[in-house]
């Protein structure tokens, strides 16, 4: 059992546990970003799939079962990824066909085929077969409706688990379907404690940087998204147009566009209420500035959409500091 589910996610995973009794077929499991949804819904499936737990609400870690889901192998598993985030492999995916194109970043029809074959077969194990969605709101329409012919007719034995960030972005008839669980952001103290503990220097700064969510600080503070969003404070610190249109490498667009987004709507907190939220030192200006700093960071919010795939990130740089109200 990973410490962030006993850390930090302690309740969600009692609300998981007192389902058992009377499992339903398909839980949606939903927050925000970071926040430990996956690994919450992983560890489920793996205490599903134990074969030593008897009345338990954790597995044993021990039996051949746990081994090979540790080993991310276990036959009776399925997961439903987008290919171009994707941790492990691809059902449904014709090699041959399929390796000029470019990795999808939605979770394609042909998964959801080859989801229902695996899931109409008898287990592996004698045990449930289960999928694990994530994030499920990545499914194009077509998918969406594949895996709602499932969930409204669930082979015996399946078990789905969704994990979304944005559930109101699912089909209403798939939330229908299944019973939610929310995941909260956790005590930030706790949080604090965790990511200290995973060696995590300045983790209070993260932590408030990532909105309370554990995985995404530990993230921005070890990883390369962290080091691109370092860059992007000392531009916007500098506020030098020059250096935003040197800006020539794609992968630094969205992190900018996410650093001048938390600003502005820090800018607009602290305005309104006196308090930063990703930033806590900083200072908001008159409260009459608030509704222009508000007004940016929704324009930042669509700018981020085209960060991703920018037909010139000089100009797309530029422009986004260009509408930054005056300070």
Wanted: glycine share 8%; net charge positive.
């Amino acid at each position: 059992m990973t410490s962030l589910v006993f850390d930090l996610q302690k309740e969600a995973w009692d609300q998981l546990t007192r389902r058992l009794e009377r499992l339903p077929h398909a839980l949606l499991i939903h927050g925000a970003p970071g926040v430990g949804k996956l690994e919450l819904a992983e560890r489920f499936a793996q205490l599903l799939l134990c074969e030593k737990r008897g009345q338990g609400t954790i597995p044993c870690g021990a039996c051949e079962a746990c081994r090979w889901f540790a080993a991310d192998d276990h036959p009776d598993v399925r997961y439903l990824e987008p290919e171009a985030f994707a941790r492990h492999r691809i059902y449904g995916k014709d090699p041959e066909k399929e390796d000029d194109k470019k990795p999808s970043v939605q979770i394609r029809i042909e998964q959801a085929r080859a989801l229902a074959d695996f899931l109409n077969l008898a287990s592996y194990r004698g045990g449930r077969r289960i999928a694990i969605v994530c994030p499920a709101e990545d499914m194009n329409e077509a998918t969406a409706n594949s895996l709602l012919k499932g969930l409204e007719e669930p082979p015996a034995g399946a078990m789905f688990l969704l994990v979304s960030h944005r559930p109101a972005a699912l089909l209403p008839t798939i939330r229908s379907r299944c019973v939610p669980v929310p995941v909260p952001i956790p005590d930030e103290k706790a949080a604090r404690a965790w990511l200290e503990k995973q060696g995590v220097r300045e983790a209070a700064r993260w932590l408030a940087f990532s909105g309370g969510a554990p995985l995404r600080a530990l993230e921005y503070a070890s990883g390369e998204r962290g080091e691109a969003i370092e860059r992007a404070l000392k531009l916007v610190a500098a506020r030098d147009p020059a250096a935003f249109t040197a800006i020539a490498d794609r992968g630094e667009l969205e992190p900018l566009a996410e650093v001048l987004q938390k600003i502005a709507l820090d800018r607009a907190f602290a305005s309104l209420c006196g308090k930063a939220k990703y930033s806590p030192g900083l200072k908001g200006g008159a409260p009459a500035q608030a509704r222009a700093w508000l007004a940016y960071a929704r324009s930042l919010g669509e700018q981020r959409l085209l960060a991703r795939h920018p037909l010139n990130p000089k100009l797309l740089a530029a422009d986004l500091l260009a509408g930054m109200p005056a300070h």
